[in-house]
């Protein structure tokens, strides 16, 4: 199956407009309420996906002085479907001067035997802020979890901030050991591009006492960002760290 979803967010006086806002396959996308001057929009997912031999795609664009943020209905689970071959899920942001973009999807979740490589690739304006955060469960319960590759690159006025890339599941060198996940089944992070950070750069903090029940790092990056990042045993603890490094609604 080959499916892509489009938004596109502009700026309408005080609000902001969805001039477009269409999906096919799996994309069932819906409007949600205004909050202040943000669109909101929510993606459901209309059939199981992405299965083996998938290639899925998000493009969301925020223009000038728009204000745009995304989120999920439910976790997306890889599964393996009739074909052993790789399915792909690509999600390109675009953030124009003065417009912002949140990205909040529910976890992805990487069932036995599944294989997928996911991409999101971001392109900011100088002026652009975003939060993004992400949120992979490596398996089921009571089962291992299948291949998964992933990669984030983000750009700011086309040049590289960020480009980092991560591999779990068979066939990935110690993805499991002490130096990746060190027995953990999730793993997430939040990344905040704001111009207002050049001016106030954060401390780097740990957060955590337990490490058996995961830690989370907050660390500046080369550029007006920050980026936490978290490990734990599951989803509840996950969440928690990461709500407690920064609530995102």
Do not use: K
Not at 105 to 125: K, W
Not at 178 to 193: E, N, S
């Amino acid at each position: 199956m080959h499916a892509t979803a489009r938004i596109r967010a502009t700026h309408a006086g005080d609000t902001t407009a969805l001039p477009l806002l269409a999906g096919d396959g799996p994309f069932d996308l819906r409007r949600g309420r205004s909050h202040g001057n943000q669109a909101r929009v929510c993606v459901l997912a209309a059939m199981s996906a992405p299965l083996g031999g998938d290639r899925l795609r998000i493009e969301a664009t925020a223009e000038h002085d728009a204000h745009l943020h995304i989120t999920s209905a439910a976790a997306t689970i890889a599964l393996r479907g009739p074909t052993t071959e790789h399915a792909t899920y690509d999600v390109h942001l675009t953030v124009a001067e003065r417009a912002s973009l949140h990205w909040l999807p529910q976890p992805l979740i990487s069932a036995a035997r599944s294989n997928l490589r996911q991409s999101c690739t971001i392109d900011l304006a100088p002026t652009a802020r975003l939060l993004l955060r992400e949120e992979i469960v490596l398996g089921r319960a009571g089962e291992p979890p299948g291949r998964l590759a992933t990669r984030l690159t983000v750009r700011r006025d086309g040049r590289p901030l960020l480009d980092q890339q991560a591999m779990y599941g068979p066939g990935a060198p110690g993805w499991d050991g002490p130096a990746v996940l060190a027995g953990h089944r999730a793993v997430g992070q939040i990344l905040i591009i704001d111009p207002v950070l050049q001016q106030q750069p954060p401390h780097v903090r740990l957060l955590g006492d337990d490490p058996e029940a995961g830690q989370a790092v907050l660390a500046p990056l080369a550029g007006p960002a920050i980026l936490i990042t978290a490990l734990a045993p599951d989803t509840l603890y996950l969440r928690r760290l990461l709500d407690a490094a920064h609530p995102t609604t």
